[in-house]
């Protein structure tokens, strides 16, 4: 059939309401963009460096050995248990790697999946802004009302009687992201008892995305909200290698949750992606077996990366905020007379040569602060830092 010589119709009407509420990721975007224009890509949070020859080798060695079949539904045994005896070992957790754990595709595919598996159409969910472009996204598939609590600049701390005024009778969940995803907060004990106590009056269950818990800096501590009293049953964990290790192609995250809340996950797991691949599930279940001094040189790594940015972006005119984890910094554009953080972005990218992302894409669409960052990635060579850091000088 030529399609061709079919009248022209409007398709757009076959997407869902669902699908109309949110836009395509813009991080993805940006990195799009990069490319179009050959512009050194500071906006998506992927290394541009090898991963290390350690955990490459564990998975050549698992495809050698032929685990290239399915694997159990929520994660090989090898990674369950590696994951529970990192748990004990980093932050003293007993957890149960039959019961209490969920290999997924990704932390991406971990939220959605645990949203969907605890969350009902008319719930509330908190998430605190500027926040990770996926979970308003997530919020919304699951049909539930994302409730947004600012982080403040410069600390980004929230101000403890917005987050008390979110809570109400038809709160489900809270979303915390920490360390923090653009803007490099790590939470402390206080504000994590606020939260906590929060949950347990309220009878609300909270969501951690921990991605980036082993690359924080200046002797800084991250705090799983699970060790806290009264949070163990009611913390849904979310983690990856992707970040820690340097594999982000390979989609290896996990779940951590009660027994019951679990077996609610795994089933959504289940029929959203099966399984994630399996010899790279062996080769992780390595990884979290490295010693101390992985993670120790880790820190180092980035946060020489970190000082040079921020020393180069201030030289620039940027007014950059000190991230205490991730690889992410948070520049404000006031200083060169751009009101809007998307044609900024743009002009980076296309005539500068630089992609970074919008901050307002971290944002909710009334917010405060909106058009007033974009966000540099420095989980690269130092090479690519300095190439880029020369480029932007043209702004001076």
């Known amino acids: 059939m030529n399609h061709n010589s079919q009248p022209t119709q409007d398709l757009r009407k076959y997407a869902s309401e669902k699908a109309s509420r949110f836009t395509e990721s813009v991080i993805r975007e940006m990195s799009r963009i990069a490319t179009a224009h050959k512009a050194i890509n500071l906006a998506q949070g992927f290394p541009d460096f090898p991963a290390s020859d350690e955990i490459k080798e564990a998975a050549v060695k698992a495809i050698l050995e032929n685990h290239n079949q399915y694997a159990i539904t929520w994660g090989t045994k090898s990674l369950r248990d590696a994951i529970a005896k990192k748990n004990k070992r980093d932050y003293n957790l007993d957890i149960d790697p039959e019961k209490q754990i969920t290999v997924c595709c990704g932390s991406t595919e971990g939220m959605v999946a645990t949203l969907l598996a605890t969350i009902n159409p008319g719930d509330e969910v908190i998430i605190f802004q500027p926040f990770y472009e996926n979970y308003?996204?997530?919020?919304?598939?699951?049909?539930?009302?994302?409730?947004?609590?600012?982080?403040?600049?410069?600390?980004?701390?929230?101000?403890q009687e917005e987050l008390i005024a979110a809570f109400s009778e038809r709160t489900r969940a809270i979303i915390i992201n920490t360390p923090n995803n653009?803007?490099?907060?790590?939470?402390?004990?206080?504000?994590l008892d606020l939260i906590a106590k929060l949950c347990i009056q309220y009878d609300v269950l909270a969501i951690t995305d921990e991605i980036y818990e082993h690359i924080i800096y200046d002797e800084i501590k991250h705090i799983p909200l699970s060790t806290l009293p009264g949070m163990a049953d009611r913390t849904i964990t979310i983690n990856s290698i992707s970040k820690t290790y340097s594999v982000t192609g390979w989609r290896i995250g996990y779940v951590i949750a009660s027994p019951e809340i679990s077996q609610s996950i795994r089933k959504m797991h289940d029929f959203l992606t099966v399984g994630a691949a399996a010899p790279l599930q062996e080769a992780a279940a390595h990884a979290m077996g490295f010693a101390a001094t992985y993670y120790e040189k880790l820190v180092d790594f980035y946060s020489h990366r970190r000082d040079f940015m921020l020393k180069e972006?201030?030289?620039?005119?940027?007014?950059?905020?000190?991230?205490?984890?991730?690889y992410y910094i948070m520049a404000d554009i006031a200083s060169f007379g751009w009101k809007n953080d998307i044609d900024f972005a743009r002009y980076l990218a296309e005539?500068?040569?630089?992609?970074?992302?919008?901050?307002?894409s971290f944002y909710q669409e009334n917010a405060n602060d909106k058009h007033r960052f974009i966000r540099f990635c420095f989980c690269k060579q130092l090479a690519t830092l300095e190439a880029a850091v020369e480029r932007l000088q043209k702004l001076r």
């Open 351 to 360: 005539k500068v040569g630089v992609a970074v992302v919008p901050g307002s």
């Open 182 to 191: 653009p803007t490099g907060k790590v939470f402390n004990r206080e504000e």
């Open 136 to 159: 308003g996204p997530d919020a919304i598939l699951c049909g539930a009302t994302p409730k947004y609590v600012q982080l403040h600049p410069p600390t980004f701390s929230f101000n």
């Open 313 to 326: 972006l201030a030289a620039i005119g940027f007014e950059c905020i000190r991230p205490d984890g991730a």
